[in-house]
């Protein structure tokens, strides 16, 4: 290696790559991303480094435990004034949206209800990043990094 090459910056799979699934409550639809994280100057995790890749898993009503939700808030709603919106609404002047937001979905669920909804995320995160894993460090590989399985 001569003085003016540098070193690949090493990322490990299982220790730096995260996923994150969510519950996009404007589009109605779950969404992912795929992120790698950075290191302080201790080494210790600090922040997101850079996104891998972003897309949408489901539309929010074809997975029954979001959809038994979406359901009962509505059914809900419409007895209630948070259900005086609009059919179509617009939110940011030029986007139309023909079905109501979930706004105030989360503030609508139980504690355990969320709890449930956060175990399916947790489920679908370790799904997407054992199924992506080769599409992914090859990704990765493509930046300039060397990755390694695990830092163990």
Known sequence: MSIYEYPKPVVSYEDDVFVWVYLDQI???????AFVIDYDHHGRPSTLKFVIEEGVLD???EVPLINEFIKAYERDCFLSRIASM???VHPHGRTLISTPPLRFLYNYLAPEQIERLHEYFAAQENRLKR???SRWMRSLRALGFDVVPNLA
Do not use: F
């Open 86 to 88: 609009p059919s179509c």
């Open 131 to 133: 199924d992506k894993k």
């Open 27 to 33: 589009d109605r639809v779950l969404r992912y991303e």
């Open 59 to 61: 539309n929010a009503h």
